[in-house]
């Protein structure tokens, strides 16, 4: 049983947008951040957003800051990615994952364990 879902991706023309959710299942996002990841073909996995338990503190990726806004639902234990203004480069399997520390919010994929099995975000020009 994967510990985490991610939904929502599909494709989408540039300028258009996509709500991503990320559902715990087996685990609890309680006292942990939690983050949002992508890999495009070729590349390495690169950090987009996290969000913090405490206070729900974000932080982004400077490629998406101001386009993406990412958000938990605690009761619901779900945490979800908003991406506007997507861009064709926004193009990639999105993976979300918890952090191992807890609250950390860090930045590395190394610091996050549980990941789900990602999904695809496609941005056509």
């Known amino acids: 049983q994967v510990p985490l879902v991610e939904s929502g991706g599909g494709l989408v023309q540039a300028g258009g947008s996509l709500r991503l959710s990320c559902a715990a299942s087996?685990?609890?996002?309680?006292?942990?951040?939690v983050g949002w990841f992508r890999q495009a073909p070729g590349k390495e996995r690169e950090f987009v957003a996290v969000?913090?338990?405490?206070?729900?503190?974000?932080n982004y990726a400077d490629s998406v800051k101001g386009r993406f806004t990412i958000s938990r639902d605690n009761a619901k234990n779900t945490v979800y990615l908003q991406m506007n203004s997507l861009k064709p480069e926004d193009t990639a399997v999105y993976y979300c994952?918890?952090?191992?520390?807890?609250?950390?919010?860090?930045?590395?994929?190394?610091?996050?364990?549980?990941w789900g099995q990602g999904t695809q975000v496609t941005v056509s020009s």
């Open positions: 087996g685990l609890t996002f309680a006292n942990r951040a």
């Open positions: 994952a918890a952090d191992r520390w807890g609250d950390s919010a860090s930045t590395s994929a190394g610091n996050f364990e549980s």
């Open positions: 969000i913090a338990w405490i206070g729900g503190r974000t």
